[in-house]
């Protein structure tokens, strides 16, 4: 009886490897047609200098206008994209459509500078035209490339091969920004990070989380924002829905910051009543949501 629940466990195993298989398989096909059908869209989320309140970045976020099944968030087809290699194609929609709507954006506050930051696959950069397209995709969108900052994450940057780095430093050499996604969250090694040309980093929403209610999370917050002062980086905290969190990382010394507290992930028109306000005010605390504009 035990070795027919076992084969029964194994065949349910099998089933469920199966069904997930199958839905990769279609999450691929649908993507490809996405693609041609401008399915795919970009949201902004603000960043916010903690000192003052004011927006001074969007990182940009792709999600999917699925036509049976709704928005679709990037957590569900990304890994699909970079296992197929749809991903190229997909990073570099993204890419184009940032960049143009930075373009838009800059020309609405002569004076003042705006950062868009850019998430990109580890298959995606190795892609050996990209930084020709990156490169291109600059000229086309007319942008400083110093406003521009590409989001990798730790596993990519600590990655110790040659390419890598050449890589990295030709992104540098272009004018771009490089930052480190979830920071914290793998494996660091000071003496790479200290090598790598990536000027900022992304502290991860997981220990943001537990700032103020957890000793241990307050502790690797304060120690990230040390070294990032130390190595002569910038800091952006992650993942920030309460004011208690926002506090406590100005008077950490976190630059910025981002999360619900300020905004969620919006469409670009909702961007633009943000950039002439503050999305908080540091002294009383009070957050100024989207909504009250
Ligand atoms: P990420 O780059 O670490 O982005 C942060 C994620 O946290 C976003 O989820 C954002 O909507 C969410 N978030 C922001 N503030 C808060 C908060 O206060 N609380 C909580 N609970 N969540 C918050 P999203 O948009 O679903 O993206 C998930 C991941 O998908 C991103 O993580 C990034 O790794 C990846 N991704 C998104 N867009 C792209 C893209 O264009 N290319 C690539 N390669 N990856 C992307
Ligand atoms: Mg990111
Ligand atoms: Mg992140
Ligand atoms: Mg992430």
């Given at each position: 009886a035990a070795k027919g629940r076992g084969r029964a466990r194994l065949e349910q195993f099998n089933d469920e490897l199966h069904a997930r298989a199958q839905k990769r398989v279609q999450i691929e096909s649908d993507l490809r047609a996405a693609l041609r059908a401008s399915q795919l869209f970009v949201e902004y989320q603000p960043q916010v200098?903690?000192?003052?309140?004011?927006?001074?970045g969007v990182e940009a976020l792709v999600r999917w206008r699925h036509p049976r099944h709704g928005i679709i968030p990037p957590g569900d087809f990304i890994s699909v994209a970079e296992d197929c290699g749809l991903i190229i194609k997909v990073g570099r929609q993204v890419l184009q459509e940032s960049c143009r709507q930075l373009a838009e954006w800059t020309k609405l506050m002569p004076g003042r500078t705006l950062a868009m930051t850019v998430n990109v696959s580890p298959r995606q950069i190795m892609e050996p035209a990209f930084v020709g397209e990156l490169r291109q995709i600059l000229a086309d969108a007319n942008?400083?490339?110093?406003t521009l900052c590409l989001e990798l994450t730790e596993n990519v940057m600590m990655s110790a091969t040659e390419e890598v780095a050449r890589l990295l430093n030709e992104i540098r050499q272009l004018g771009v920004f490089i930052a480190i996604d979830d920071f914290g969250t793998e494996h660091s090694s000071l003496s790479r990070l200290r090598d790598m040309p990536a000027e900022v980093l992304k502290i991860d929403r997981s220990f943001i989380d537990g700032l103020s209610s957890e000793p241990g999370d307050t502790a690797i917050v304060s120690s990230i924002l040390s070294l990032a002062y130390a190595m002569g980086k910038h800091t952006i905290a992650e993942g920030v829905e309460k004011r208690e969190q926002a506090a406590m990382l100005l008077r950490m010394g976190c630059e910025v910051a981002q999360g619900y507290f300020f905004s969620r992930p919006v469409a670009a028109e909702q961007i633009v009543p943000m950039?002439?306000?503050?999305?908080?005010?540091?002294?009383?605390?009070?957050a100024l949501h989207a909504a009250h504009f």
């Open positions: 200098r903690l000192k003052d309140g004011r927006v001074v942008i400083d490339p110093a950039l002439s306000k503050a999305l908080w005010q540091p002294d009383t605390g009070r």
